[in-house]
């Protein structure tokens, strides 16, 4: 059996020779050969499958990781550009800010110094705050604090570097306002809320209305006059009582101004922190 297969193969080998020189040296094998393509066509594109297959999933995985490496420089750049986009707001917001205050600083005839708040007192019982001004700077205690909308408060206490400020609002602050409208004057005290002040002692009969502007009347020599401090949100004559109630809304942002004036008047008086304490009447 194994001679045989031998011959079989020695004779198609023999074979294969004599078409290939009948091939070469003349044309008339040409319409069997492009006949024979016919047949075998289905079996060379079946050979070539599995390599299309592979250099499929080759190009398929090498797209994927180039995907997810572009996927990762460009997720990267985002988180970049959100966070410079936020820094941009963050310096608009400021940059509208410093404007809204030299805006109000040509409006104060008063000589001024610009600060900004470093810390907000933890304490939920007062509105205090600390600046990075101080006494090398020349603040005081009783020295009056504004912001780009009005007057904020007071200096209590003073450091080399840094100064306490009461706020208008702290629940142990008063100040003596006038009516813009008529000249009608009230004592305004903090009530411990950051957007509300109460007029104590109005009679039912005053002349005050609610969008009435109070402003500093300058009596006790604390605060300047003329300074706006707040906006009237409240008129409530009780029947049976002597006074009226009547609250306000501070003009000055208290609860996010971060740039402040100082203001220096040739009337300023320096005095202790007791006296300030429900001061500035």
Known sequence: ????????????????????????????????????????????????????????MGESATLRRELLKENKI?????????????????????????????SASDQVDDRVLVTSVTAVDPDPYTQQIIIDKGGSEGVFVGQ???????????????????????????SNHALPVQVNRNGVRAI???????????????????????????????????????????????????PGKSFANVKAEPTAKLDRSRHLLLVYTDKAERVSPNELWRGGQ
């Open 74 to 102: 460009l997720s990267a750049r985002n988180l970049i550009l959100e966070r410079k986009a936020q820094r941009m707001a963050s310096l608009e917001a400021e940059n509208m800010s410093l404007r809204e205050l030299l």
């Open 144 to 170: 009056a604090v504004l912001d780009a909308h009005g007057l904020l408060g007071q200096v209590i206490d003073v450091l080399p570097f840094s100064a306490r400020v009461l706020m208008i609002a702290d």
């Open 188 to 238: 305004a005290t903090g009530t411990g809320a950051l957007n509300e002040l109460e007029l104590i002692y109005v009679p039912n009969t005053a002349d005050i209305k609610v969008g009435d502007i109070l402003v500093s009347s300058g009596l006790g020599g604390r605060y300047p006059k003329g300074y706006p401090v707040a906006t009237v949100t409240v008129v409530e004559n009780e």
């Open 1 to 56: 059996m194994p001679s045989f297969q031998g011959q079989r193969v020695a004779v198609i080998a023999v074979f294969s020779l004599v078409l290939m020189w009948l091939d070469d040296e003349y044309s008339w094998l040409d319409p069997v050969r492009y006949s024979v393509g016919y047949l075998v066509a289905p079996a060379q594109k079946t050979a070539a499958v599995p390599l299309a297959i592979a250099e499929w």
